[in-house]
């Protein structure tokens, strides 16, 4: 079965300054993997996915991640954090199947981002 | 702007009655996941539904649980009867899945928070 990890529990970043979260996977063949963010008291949004292809993904809001294979990593950078990226950061992987897939994931426990100003 | 919508948003019920939650997936969308988020979990799959029929429910407690999709406009979550470590937020999301298991993308709604006093 596959897992994930997000070693850090929280990180206190100050504004402006440059972002790494950490996350390492654990799955036997070609993981689907994703990151999620979520605000306080809300739903979970679609940062980025990574699927096949290129091992360094674009997503929204201006982060990225490289998946690296070798390390089972999957860590989501942004170069220049802003107060409003204060929340809790979620990775998550989805089982490949024939033809691919994704389907429900199993997600780390999840990275809480504080900014500082 | 399609979303996915749950109802209610919040829940505060006595230990022993029946709790349902309501789903609306985003139109068009054939898979349905539910997930649970609790502070010592994290996020855990309980159920998916593909074209309405459930592909997968293992991680659903099935003496009190029942997760079902009437129509593919609504899915419904219930627990009866309710126990207070059922407290939770119970979150529903939907994708489009292709073949036989993919589901790319799942779009979140935001969650009902559920408190079983």
């Known amino acids: 079965a596959q897992s994930v990890t997000q070693p850090d529990i929280h990180i206190t970043v100050s504004e402006g300054a440059s972002l790494e979260l950490r996350c390492n996977y654990s799955?036997?063949?070609?993981?689907?993997l994703f990151w999620y963010v979520q605000s306080p008291g809300q739903g979970l949004q679609l940062l980025l996915k990574?699927?096949?292809?290129?091992?360094l993904v674009q997503g929204i809001k201006g982060f990225e991640a490289e998946f690296k294979r070798s390390q089972s990593s999957f860590n989501l950078r942004k170069p220049s954090v802003h107060w409003s990226d204060a929340a809790e950061y979620f990775c998550?992987?989805?089982?490949?199947?024939?033809?691919?897939?994704?389907?429900?994931?199993?997600f780390g426990k999840g990275t809480h981002l504080i900014i500082q100003p | 702007d399609a979303r996915v919508t749950q109802t209610p948003r919040h829940k505060v019920t006595e230990m022993g009655q029946e709790v349902t939650m309501r789903c609306q997936p985003i139109?068009?969308?054939?898979?349905v996941f539910w997930y649970r988020q609790t502070m010592m979990q994290g996020l855990e799959l309980l159920a998916y539904?593909?074209?309405?029929?459930?592909?997968?429910d293992s991680g659903m407690p099935k003496d009190r649980f029942s997760a079902e999709m009437p129509d593919a406009t609504l899915a419904t979550l219930k627990i009866q009867p309710s126990e207070p470590r059922d407290s939770a937020v119970y979150f529903c999301?939907?994708?489009?899945?292709?073949?036989?298991?993919?589901?790319?993308?799942?779009?979140f709604g935001p969650g009902t928070r559920l408190t079983v006093t």
């Open positions: 999301a939907s994708g489009l899945g292709r073949g036989q298991r993919i589901s790319y993308e799942q779009y």
């Open positions: 799955y036997g063949a070609t993981p689907y």
């Open positions: 990574y699927f096949s292809g290129d091992t």
């Open positions: 998550a992987v989805g089982a490949s199947y024939g033809g691919g897939g994704a389907d429900g994931l199993t």
């Open positions: 139109l068009g969308h054939n898979t």
């Open positions: 539904f593909r074209n309405r029929a459930p592909l997968d």
